[in-house]
T-cell receptor, first 115, second 108 residues
Framework: DTGVSQDPRHKITKRGQNVTFRCDPI?????LYWYRQTLGQGPEFLTY????????KSRLLSDRFSAERPKGSFSTLEIQRTEQGDSAMYLC?????????????FGSGTRLTVV | DAKTTQPTSMDCAEGRAANLPCNHS???????VYWYRQIHSQGPQYIIH???NNETNEMASLIITEDRKSSTLILPHATLRDTAVYYC?????????FGTGTSLTVIP
């Protein structure tokens, strides 16, 4: 297991189209997180899962966004009816819930460009 | 999560120690101080974290003031590969709220 894997690395889509990103976490990690990062800003929290349960969603996650982690392993993030403001890097991270959390392991992200 | 304040940018000569400060005066008792860095076009990378005591690992040292209102990340011998944006975050570990961080440039 070489880390958190995200697919695709880059996605260009036309405004109004739907897109789906996939994240494969480190296999023994039971927590999975989605972040969004725009140019010049730090990553912004979107949502996280513990196993298959989605425990928290940011107000940034509008009703056009949905995330799933059906079997507690990989996760998908779908954006419906994309808008130009959705253009960003979408980062996935995973961690192992433990008494002393040693932080996340991030993937390299999916860069979305909406034209 | 605690609001943190960091300088926007810093330079450091290659081979010298890089000392990156962070103010977190509103940090609560159960929040750790975490440091991450992000090299261009990559995801953030965990560096170190601590609660009260100073911490050291193979990447860096973390010095936390006794009142926990500020901390300093120390990269003992900076290399060109340490050029990155460094984020200081106060968190219980459930989720992290990144600010804009400090852009560190290591100069040859």
């Amino acid at each position: 297991d070489t880390g958190v894997s995200q697919d695709p690395r880059h996605k260009i889509t036309k405004r109004g189209q739907n897109v789906t990103f996939r994240c494969d976490p480190i296999s023994e990690h039971n927590r999975l997180y989605w972040y969004r990062q725009t140019l010049g800003q730090g990553p912004e929290f979107l949502t996280y899962f513990q196993n298959e349960a989605q425990l928290e969603k940011s107000r940034l996650l509008s009703d056009r966004f949905s995330a799933e982690r059906p079997k507690g392993s990989f996760s998908t993030l779908e954006i419906q009816r994309t808008e130009q403001g959705d253009s960003a890097m979408y980062l996935c991270a995973s961690s192992l819930l433990m008494l002393r959390n040693y932080g996340y392991t991030f993937g390299s992200g999916t860069r979305l460009t909406v034209v | 999560d605690a609001k943190t304040t960091q300088p926007t940018s810093m330079d450091c000569a290659e081979g010298r120690a890089a000392n990156l400060p962070c103010n977190h005066s509103t940090i609560s008792g159960n929040e750790y101080v975490y440091w991450y860095r992000q090299i261009h076009s990559q995801g953030p990378q965990y560096i170190i974290h601590g609660l009260k005591n100073n911490e050291t690992n193979e990447m860096a040292s973390l010095i936390i003031t006794e009142d926990r209102k500020s901390s300093t990340l120390i990269l003992p011998h900076a290399t060109l590969r340490d050029t990155a944006v460094y984020y200081c975050i106060g968190s219980t570990g459930n989720q992290f709220y990144f600010g804009t961080g400090t852009s560190l440039t290591v100069i040859p």
